[in-house]
């Protein structure tokens, strides 16, 4: 009886073991993926203890989320990789098109049609419906871009973007400064509306496009300003909206309710239409882009380094 009860004893502190060995594999492989709130206001956009999913990983650096409502799917670059990739709930991960000229930031237009920043070609491209891929920007004053981070694209048809370094990788940089640009319907040449940046990034309309907020992701300025959006689409203001710490900003994006989600270091970081930090999602690498989609425009899906998370929300995207 001594014995059997030992065995017994044995066998349940073994299959303890196992257990929590296990929850140690899984804790371990998703670490910090959490929402945080830190104001009820919180609450108007996700659930106290949502879970934050990760829907793919082992991939290179990945970033420009965008929801493709054409495809029912997630596009979102690898940009090491020089791929863009297809997310879907029923299908999973697919390659979407390689080679993407390691681009970076995706959105697209009132038409559907993909937008994106190319960093090795440095230039701004759209997708046609049948595929091809038309040039809308390349150049400013006769000199190459430096190499377009990510767009935003207003109901105007006005497409808007910022020019770092960050994909030169060695080339030269042919313009005098790091620019926001607006590119025109139709337009070959850029307008330069805010050149006062030193490492523009992150770019996002609020839902009536009164304001547009840019990232800086400066070590020295690591904040996002946000600018008043003239009748004439140029820009006045541009004060700091706010500064992001741990990191620096990257993406961002804003709900239909005009709050503003910023990727950090510590995941994306939300905040009220007044500037204050009501919550964050928290993901265990730091958030590189952020955007709204799903068949409901419910899901946030956060690009973090090597992985690509989502969660449930209870808000809808000022855009996709």
Request: hydrophobic content about 40%; some cysteine; proline content about 5%.
């Amino acid at each position: 009886m001594r014995t059997k009860r030992l065995t017994l004893c044995i066998a349940v502190l073994a299959a303890g073991l196992v257990l929590a060995t296990a929850a140690g594999v899984v804790a371990a492989a998703e670490p910090g993926a959490r929402v945080e709130m830190l104001d009820d206001a919180f609450k108007q956009v996700v659930d106290e203890g949502a879970t934050v999913r990760q829907l793919a990983t082992n991939l290179q650096f990945t970033e420009g989320p965008t929801w493709f409502a054409a495809g029912a799917c997630l596009l979102f670059s690898d940009i090491p990789a020089d791929r863009i990739y297809a997310w879907t709930d029923e299908g999973g991960l697919k390659v979407w098109r390689t080679p993407s000229h390691n681009t970076n930031g995706n959105t697209t237009d009132a038409q559907g049609r993909l937008v994106s920043c190319e960093h090795t070609t440095r230039r701004v491209t759209r997708t046609a419906k049948d595929g091809a891929v038309q040039i809308l920007c390349a150049r400013y004053q006769g000199k190459r871009l430096n190499s377009p981070n990510d767009v935003a694209v207003k109901r105007d048809g006005t497409i808007w973007f910022t020019d770092p370094p960050y994909g030169l990788r060695g080339q030269k940089a042919e313009l005098p400064g790091c620019y926001v640009f607006r590119l025109d319907a139709g337009a070959k040449d850029p307008v330069v509306v805010a050149p006062d940046f030193t490492r523009p990034n992150g770019i996002a309309f609020s839902p009536d496009e009164k304001h547009l907020y840019v990232a800086n992701s400066d070590r020295e300025a690591a904040h996002v300003r946000r600018f008043r959006v003239q009748k004439d689409n140029t820009l006045a203001g541009g004060e700091v909206f706010c500064t992001i710490r741990p990191g620096g900003p990257d993406g961002i994006r804003c709900d239909a309710d005009g709050r503003l989600y910023v990727s950090a270091g510590d995941g994306v970081q939300v905040f009220s239409t007044a500037g204050k930090l009501i919550g964050k999602i928290r993901t265990p690498q730091g958030a590189a882009n952020c955007c709204f989609g799903g068949p409901n425009g419910k899901t946030f899906f956060i690009t973090a380094r090597k992985s690509l998370w989502a969660v449930r929300v209870n808000v809808t995207g000022a855009t996709r």
